[in-house]
């Protein structure tokens, strides 16, 4: 079984530091496997090349598991990644199993509540454009170095 554009509109129990955390969750997923032995597989496509914090299919895998739990289904997670358009070996995996998915979304959930509190400073790749963006006088990047 294959799904692509899986919608996900739902409020997801993660882990977090203090036990566990709901969040809701909308929006489509590019590609979901149901393999041979019972495991959800999350893969995500990137038009251009893979991304450096690699949460996404960890929090989806989860996403469906629970999807699948609350239908009388119980899975598993198989590997889950990217699968990046402009990398020389195009399939990223991003989490192995669901101890690796439970653990990339406790990050997720830490960066949520970071969110929420007001603390989550822009961190641009390359800070020299800074000094041409049109929204600098909106911006939290959080200043460092000469500009």
Known sequence: RRALEHPIDQHVTLPAADGTRTVHLRGR???????????????????????????????????????????????????SGFVAFREDVPWVQAVGDAKGAEAQAREFTEAVDRIESGAFPGKPHNPFRCQFCDYASVCRKDYVGDE
Do not use: N
């Not at 495991?39 to 989806?60: E, F, H, N």
């Open 29 to 79: 997923i590019d590609r979901v496997d149901w393999t041979a032995d019972g495991r959800v597989r999350v893969v995500d496509y990137k038009t251009g090349r893979r991304p450096t914090q690699a949460l996404q299919p960890a929090v989806y895998a989860l996403a469906v598991a629970q999807q699948e739990q609350a239908s009388g289904r119980s899975v598993g997670i198989a590997p």
